[in-house]
Every structure is written in structure tokens, then in C-alpha cells.
């Protein structure tokens, strides 16, 4: 029985003692690989490692994160090259590496923990300008590299503000969860943004109660399924010192799905907004849905819009992707709008649709099957004040309403669209379609 006890407390040494200078080994690994997995997906990242100096128990290291060529620096560029000059900013992680089996070196610092893994880090953030100037982020960026090489890490920001060159920004505790497994590709994440907020003079930007939470899977395809909840409370713009908008409340709830090949999604979001100077408030309820679509022709059409960058060519896009949407059309999908409500001061627009496009053979598809194989309805509803408003600005719009495509109903005014093997009715009247002129 003795021997037994001297021999686990044995094991135990080794664990503790001897496993940091391994586990380091491999620590290092999982943090350079979850790194470099991160640009691979963003595409537009290019991770260094400038230094990795290893220690028994513990290690230190610093990692570059820049912006190389492509949309993301295009956009940049043209956003805030006054501010960046001609270089762009590069992000600094400094990290701080406990590793072994059994970190305890880690019980010396903040968010220490003896849970078994490769490591558990702690990360600062910098920005580095082409300037050379270094301005230091707030917060920490606390990790722990499992044994299968999966990285959960939590950036945690206490309250706090800062001044810097006559604006002012200040901020509430925030939490943001991220898991990270370079193996899979899956990635899930969490966050809770407390208040947030900038003020420059007289112009301010406010946001308070940011919740959002979800999880992503890479496909075959090159397209992330997976989910998204987001919910904010309040925000609030002000220019001048006056109100100019923002929102009361704000929410997300996305889902995408693969059933053999068969890309599906549906995205739930409801916005209502706070007083826009002489125009006053409004809201959006929306519901839409995607069922069936070719999983291999989106991706490849999001691949072929993401190369052309920011500003492509209208003529030279349809060229490229013409191909790629040919698939994805004879291939067939269902695209729904079961909920889609504006309200306005003058009363909430209606709006359902329904889109069913059916599949073919993609050898023999041409545009003009289109115009004969699709199914649609859309149900349309438009207060009788918006419409008034409408003829006041534009007579011509009186027109909509003398042929009948909007129909007065009490207070509304309404239509019902339907098309089907190349019939199209309004509000029962069958409306003729120049086939004939279609090439």
C-alpha cells in the first residue's frame, strides 16, 4: 500500500516538474498554429512570430499580426490612410506562457489555474504605426491550450477610459470568449459588452448592453455554418450636440445549416430605431429564410466576388460569376421573406414573399428557363398616409395605384402578386410579359 502512494506521489512529481519543458514545446506549437489557422480564415492576416523565449516552467513570446494586400487593406486604406499614413498598423501580442501538464507556475498571476492541458497564457495587446509609434490596448487576453491543441482564451477589460488628442472614449467591464480548434476548423464565441462610448467635441457615439454569442464549423465548401445571437440595447448618436439618431434595441438570431450538399439559413432580426430629427421613429421586423440552395456553387461564387475586390468591374463580375450562379440556379433553392415589417410614423409596410425555383439540368440551363420554371407570390400591404405622402411628392406614383396594382382596403392599400409558368397575376389580373423581347 506504501509503495503504491510513493509511487503516485512519484508520477505526480513528474508530472509537475517534468512535463513544463515538453508541454512548452507544444504550447508554443498550438499557439503558433491557432494564430496562423485565424489569418488563414480571416485572408487578409499574415502572423509572426518575432520571439519565443522558453523557459522550465514558463515561456514568453511576441507575435505580428498585419494587414497584407487584398479588400481588407484596400478598405482600410481608403478609410483612414489620414490617420495610418502610408503604413498600415500592425497589431502586437506580447503572451506570457505557463505550460505543463500542471501550469502551477501559472497560481502566480491573475486567473492562475492547476486544470490539466498544454498551457495557460496571458496576453497584452499593442498597435504598432508605421511611425514606430506603440500605443497599448486595454485589457488581457487570458488562455488555455488544451490537449487536443484547442485554445480558449477570454479577453477581459475592466472599466476604464482614455483621452487622446482632444476625444475621449470610456468603456464598462467586457467579457469575450473565444474557443479555437485548428484541427476541426470550429469555432465557438461569447461576449458581453458593457457601456461603450466616444466623444469628440461636440459629436458622440454611445453603446450600452451588447450580448452576442455563437458558433462556427468550416464545410468542404469553403462556407462557416453555424449560429449567431446578438442583442443591444441602446445607441446613441449625437452631432453638434444635438440627437441624430440611433437605436432603442436591436436583435440577431441567424442560423445556416448543410444537409448533403444543401446549404439552408434563416435569420430572425428586429431593430427599432430612437427619433430621427423631422422624421421621428421606426422599427423592422424581418424573417428571412434560404432552404436548398447548392452548397458548392455559393462557395465558389463567394470566392470569385471576394477576388474582385472592392470596386470590380459591373461587366467583368457578371462575367466571372455567371458560371457560378447558373449552378446555384439550376440546382434550385426556396427563398422565403415570411416577415418583413417597416413601421413608420404613417403606419408599418407589410411585406411576404415567397421565391421556389426549381431544379434542372445545369447543361442545359439558360436565363430565359427563368422566366417559366420559377413559382412566387408577394403579399404587400401599404398604409393609406404613406401612400398619400407618395402622391404629393410624385403625381407619377398615382399610377400604381389607377392599374390597379395597389388596391385600397380600409386604411391599406394591398397587393397580391402570384407568378407561375410564366403567368403573372396582381391582385387577380393577369399582366402580360414581353417573352419575345427577352434574349
Request: aromatic content about 6%.
Given at each position: ?6 509511487a503516485?506521489?512519484v ?7 517534468v ?6 514545446r507544444l ?18 492576416l ?32 481608403t ?8 503604413e ?53 487576453i487570458f488562455s ?8 480558449q ?45 466616444f466623444?469628440?467635441?461636440a ?6 448592453g ?31 450636440g ?15 445549416t448543410l ?9 430572425l432580426?428586429e431593430?427599432?430605431?430612437?427619433s ?11 424573417d ?17 466576388l ?10 467583368q ?26 413601421t413608420l410614423?404613417?403606419?408599418t ?26 413559382e ?6 401599404v ?10 411628392m410624385?403625381?407619377?406614383a ?29 391582385n387577380?389580373a ?10
Amino acid at each position: 500500500m506504501k509503495k503504491g502512494i510513493v509511487a503516485l506521489l512519484v508520477l505526480l512529481a513528474l508530472v509537475v516538474i517534468v512535463s513544463p519543458a515538453i508541454m512548452g514545446r507544444l504550447a508554443e506549437k498550438s499557439v503558433d498554429e491557432n494564430l496562423n489557422w485565424a489569418a488563414a480564415e480571416s485572408g487578409d492576416l499574415v502572423v509572426t512570430s518575432e520571439a519565443f523565449d522558453r523557459g522550465w516552467f514558463s515561456s514568453e513570446g511576441q507575435h505580428r499580426v498585419e494587414i497584407k494586400e487584398g479588400n481588407l487593406k484596400a478598405m482600410l486604406t481608403t478609410m483612414g490612410k489620414p490617420v495610418y499614413g502610408d503604413e498600415m498598423p500592425v497589431l502586437l501580442i506580447n503572451t506570457h506562457l505557463d505550460h505543463g501538464l500542471i501550469p502551477v507556475s501559472s497560481m502566480s498571476r491573475e486567473k492562475g489555474s492547476l486544470s490539466p492541458g498544454l498551457g495557460s497564457a496571458v496576453s497584452t495587446l499593442s498597435i504598432e504605426f508605421g511611425d514606430g509609434e506603440t500605443i497599448d490596448i486595454p485589457g488581457k487576453i487570458f488562455s488555455k491550450v488544451g490537449l487536443g491543441g484547442e485554445l480558449q482564451s477570454s479577453y477581459v477589460l475592466e472599466a476604464g477610459s482614455s483621452a487622446q488628442d482632444g476625444g475621449e472614449a470610456s468603456w464598462g467591464p467586457t467579457e469575450i470568449d473565444i474557443t479555437t480548434n485548428p484541427s476541426s476548423g470550429d469555432v465557438s464565441f461569447a461576449g458581453n459588452i458593457g457601456t461603450l462610448s466616444f466623444t469628440d467635441g461636440a459629436d458622440s457615439l454611445a453603446i450600452d448592453g451588447l450580448v452576442f454569442s455563437g458558433r462556427q464549423s468550416p464545410t468542404k465548401f469553403g462556407i462557416p455554418i453555424g449560429d449567431l445571437k446578438l442583442e443591444l440595447d441602446t445607441m446613441s448618436v449625437t452631432s453638434g450636440g444635438a440627437q441624430a439618431g440611433g437605436l432603442k434595441h436591436m436583435s440577431v438570431d441567424g442560423t445556416t445549416t448543410l444537409d448533403d450538399g444543401r446549404l439552408s439559413g434563416r435569420t430572425l432580426l428586429e431593430m427599432e430605431s430612437q427619433s430621427i430629427p423631422q422624421f421621428g421613429e421606426f422599427s423592422v421586423v424581418a424573417d428571412i429564410s434560404l432552404d436548398g440552395a447548392d452548397a458548392r456553387a455559393v462557395g465558389a461564387l463567394q470566392q470569385a466576388l471576394e477576388a474582385q475586390g472592392t470596386n470590380p468591374d459591373p461587366g467583368q463580375l457578371f462575367a466571372t460569376v455567371e458560371d457560378d450562379l447558373k449552378r446555384l440556379l439550376a440546382a434550385g433553392f426556396e427563398m422565403r421573406l415570411d416577415q418583413f415589417d417597416v413601421t413608420l410614423p404613417m403606419g408599418t409596410v407589410k411585406t411576404k414573399l415567397d421565391i421556389s425555383i426549381p431544379e434542372e439540368d445545369a447543361a442545359t440551363f439558360e436565363w430565359t428557363s427563368l422566366m417559366i420554371g420559377p413559382e412566387a407570390s408577394a403579399d404587400i400591404s401599404v398604409p393609406e398616409a404613406l401612400i398619400d405622402m407618395a402622391l404629393q411628392m410624385s403625381p407619377e406614383a398615382g399610377a400604381v395605384v389607377a392599374m390597379g396594382f395597389l388596391q385600397k382596403n380600409g386604411d391599406v392599400y394591398e397587393m397580391q402578386a402570384e407568378y407561375e409558368k410564366g403567368l403573372l397575376t396582381i391582385n387577380g389580373a393577369p399582366i402580360p410579359i414581353p417573352f419575345g423581347a427577352i434574349q
